[in-house]
Every structure is written in structure tokens, then in C-alpha cells.
């Protein structure tokens, strides 16, 4: 069988990381036999240069049919004037609409050769592997009614904080599942003494984990799990929250990392097709200067060909080969310490396709 990846490089620093995780791709196919087809397209600020739409229809034909998406980042402030459906973002945002991606995973995971990188000390952090489950395609960023109106020269805007019983249900599946394959625990995030949405969060959540009994449920409120992350992180194995909690908390979460340059996602929908793309945005500051850290897109591709190609062996190779190019000392600008070795993100790269190469 021969998958077909969509490449999305998109804006700022997009097009340089996706390049380097593309060489990895084509290692994979030339020295291990991986059967992949490449197609690219455009996407955010890009598209709405070429197209005049961030999300143009060519580019969604494409993405319907592939068995999987790779993304840079979109989004910069040469489009903050734009009308709001213009901008980049909307055209990610309608992307996942558009491609049923309601379950969005976000690993937490510190490689041992950052712990000096992290903000918090190496015994809070030391062995930290946590996932966040955040739903993606609900809750607030795509609730109705919303807007700007005016009342006696008053100004106000709204927006619509909602979840049926079936999201929080699938969302929750994923994570109970995703716990499974895990530590076997599930801290469910919300906001009970105050929404009522997330009562019902919290009700689904409770009697979904009787189906589930060989994994542990907790719940915490959002504003305590933020302190938890950052008192005691390595109590977490799985963060199941909505689309607005689980936007802050995963950021969060990335940091205890040492860098959110290391961390990729993944966003699926119901059969296991996903979207892929590192969790730091397009980083219009540093586009184009070559110093942008690759390793979270490559490790995209890693989730990607592990949930939507079903090809363990092959992401264990890409993890393996970024452990050991951090092992040799190689660090981009965000997670360069004392003694080790600054390089950009072409070189970073290149050695990474050297050690998958090199087995």
C-alpha cells in the first residue's frame, strides 16, 4: 500500500521546518522502503497571497484525499488587518472542521539531555511523559452565537461556550484509550464550580470511566491543574480537557519541556486520519534567518506515520534518530546550553537524516 502525504508548509518559519522533516520522509522511503506519495499545497498567509482565501479549495480537495497532513504553522502580523475570515488562522481552523479532527494529542515528554533547558528544576521535571487530550473541533472557538455589536454607542462581543453529550463522550474515549496504551490514569480539566457546560463535562466523563475500570479517573479545576503542571508535572499521564483549556494547558505544558520547539501534535478524527504539525506557531520573528528548531516537526512526522500509517517501527526510528542528535551535543538556539553545539535548522536537520540513515 502506497500512503499519500499532504504537505502543508504554510507561513513564517513553516516552509524551513517542513523541509527538514521532509528530508526525513525521503530517508525513510529511500533507505527503508517506507511507500509514501508527497503532494504540497498552500495554506494561512500563503494561500491568501496566491488564492485570496487561507484555505483554498484545491488545497482541501487534497487534504480529503490523504491518508494524512503534515503542517508547518500559519499565521503572521502581514494579515492581522484582514478581515477575520481571512486571516491564516481561519483557514487551519477550517481545515479541522472540514476533516472531522476533533481529538488534538499533544505529548509533554523531556528528553534527559534538555532537563537543564526546563525553567524548573531538573528533580521537578526529571522523567516528565504526559498527554494531553484536548477536544478540537467544539467549545468556544467554534460555538454560535458570537460577535461585536453596539448598543448606545456601547460596545460589547460574545462568544458561545457549549459541548453536546456525544463530544465530550468521543473525546473522552480517546483519552481513556490513549491511557490504556499508557499509565492507566485520566485527569479530566474543567471548570464545574462555575460552567455549567463543564457539569455536563464532568457527568459524561464520570460515567464514560465505568467502562473503563482498569483506568484511574480524577478530575481537577483548570486553574489548579495549571498549578499542578507547574508543582508537580509528573504526576499527570493523561490531560483529557476542551478546546479552550486544553489550547493554555498544552502550552504550558510545553515549556516544563525546556523548549516548545520539541514538541509536536496530533489531530485525528474518528478513524485514525490525522493532521500533524509542532505545537509553536509560525515564529515570524526568526522566519527565514535559519535558526528555527525542526525537531517538533520532524517528531510530527513520528505521530504521523505511528496513528495514521500504522508504521511503528518506522516512527521509533525518527524518535530514536532525534535522541541520538541531542546525545551528540547538536542544539538549535532555544535549547542550547553550556557545552554543546549551536546549529541551525538545516544543519539540525541533515543530522538527523544521518542518523536515521545510520541505523
Not at 76 to 98: H, M, Q, S
Amino acid at each position: 500500500m502506497t500512503y499519500k502525504i499532504l504537505i502543508l508548509p504554510g507561513d513564517g518559519i513553516g516552509p524551513e521546518i517542513v523541509a527538514e522533516a521532509g528530508k526525513a520522509i525521503e530517508a525513510l522511503r529511500a533507505d527503508f522502503g517506507l511507500a509514501v506519495e508527497i503532494e504540497e499545497a498552500a495554506i494561512g498567509g500563503a494561500a491568501y497571497e496566491g488564492a485570496g482565501h487561507p484555505l483554498p479549495e484545491s488545497t482541501l480537495r487534497l487534504a480529503r484525499a490523504a491518508d494524512a497532513v503534515l503542517l508547518g504553522a500559519v499565521g503572521g502580523p502581514r494579515w492581522e488587518g484582514l478581515a477575520r475570515d481571512l486571516r491564516p488562522e481561519r483557514g487551519l481552523l477550517g481545515l479541522r472542521a472540514a476533516l472531522g479532527l476533533f481529538a488534538n494529542l499533544r505529548p509533554a515528554l523531556l528528553y534527559p539531555q534538555l532537563a537543564e533547558a526546563s525553567t524548573l528544576r531538573r528533580e521537578v521535571v526529571a522523567g516528565l511523559d504526559l498527554m494531553i487530550v484536548r477536544e478540537l473541533t467544539g467549545g468556544i472557538y467554534f460555538g454560535a452565537p458570537r460577535g461585536v455589536r453596539e448598543e448606545d454607542g456601547v460596545r460589547s462581543a460574545f462568544n458561545t461556550m457549549g459541548y453536546t453529550e456525544p463530544e465530550i463522550e468521543r473525546i473522552g474515549r480517546v483519552a481513556f484509550e490513549t491511557a490504556r496504551r499508557r499509565g492507566h490514569r485520566v485527569c479530566s480539566v474543567d471548570k464545574a464550580n462555575v460552567l455549567e457546560v463543564s457539569e455536563l463535562w464532568r457527568e459524561v466523563m464520570t460515567g464514560l470511566a465505568g467502562e473503563y475500570p482498569d483506568v484511574t479517573l480524577t478530575h481537577l479545576y483548570v486553574d489548579n491543574a495549571a498549578m499542578q503542571l507547574v508543582r508537580a508535572p509528573t504526576q499527570f499521564d493523561v490531560i483529557v480537557t476542551g478546546n479552550l483549556f486544553g489550547d493554555i494547558l498544552s502550552d504550558q505544558a510545553a515549556m516544563l519541556t525546556g523548549s516548545i520547539g520539541m514538541l509536536p501534535s496530533a489531530s485525528l478524527d474518528a478513524h485514525g486520519k490525522g493532521m500533524y504539525e509542532p505545537i509553536h506557531g509560525s515564529a515570524p520573528d526568526i522566519a527565514g534567518r535559519g535558526v528555527a528548531n525542526p525537531l517538533a516537526t520532524i517528531l510530527s512526522v513520528a505521530m504521523l506515520l505511528r496513528h495514521s500509517l500504522g508504521e511503528p517501527e518506522a516512527a521509533v526510528r525518527v524518535e530514536r534518530a532525534v535522541s541520538r542528535v541531542l546525545d551528540q551535543g547538536l542544539r538549535t538556539p532555544d535549547i542550547e546550553a553550556p557545552g554543546t553545539r549551536r546549529v541551525g535548522t538545516r544543519e539540525m536537520g541533515e543530522a538527523v537524516v544521518a542518523a536515521l540513515r545510520a541505523g
